[in-house]
Nanobody, 120 residues
Framework: QVQLVESGGGLVQAGGSLRLSCAASGSIRSVDYMGWYRQAPGKQRELVAEASMGGSTNYADSVKGRFTISRDNAKNTVYLQMNSLKPEDTAVYYC??????????????WGQGTQVTVSS
């Protein structure tokens, strides 16, 4: 069993910053991709940023230049540094991890979500 525990959400004014953290724990052989998704009210969940174990990253166009994803592979933890926040960044942010449990078995896991609210 694998758990993802998120932290760091909250309320911030436009232009401010927040840092999200997500730690994976449990019966983990290795963690392939780790990333962040978000879902605003009435909208579909969308990818914000993801990072591979090897260090490659991918960002949504809407956050490029403002958000930075990073990983600590030794701790199976992913971070999302969010700067220059805008009201349209308001959403529930979900951590996602693609985990190798044993050789040949890979599963997809989600965190419980953390609310990010940006006031104008």
């Amino acid at each position: 069993q694998v758990q993802l525990v998120e932290s760091g959400g909250g309320l911030v004014q436009a232009g401010g910053s927040l840092r999200l953290s997500c730690a994976a724990s449990g019966s983990i052989r290795s963690v392939d991709y780790m990333g962040w998704y978000r879902q605003a009210p009435g909208k579909q969940r969308e990818l914000v940023a993801e990072a591979s174990m090897g260090g490659s990253t991918n960002y949504a166009d809407s956050v490029k230049g403002r958000f930075t994803i990073s990983r600590d592979n030794a701790k199976n933890t992913v971070y999302l540094q969010m700067n220059s926040l805008k009201p349209e960044d308001t959403a529930v942010y979900y951590c996602n991890a693609v985990v190798w449990l044993v050789v040949g078995i890979r599963n997809d896991y989600w965190g419980q979500g953390t609310q990010v609210t940006v006031s104008s």
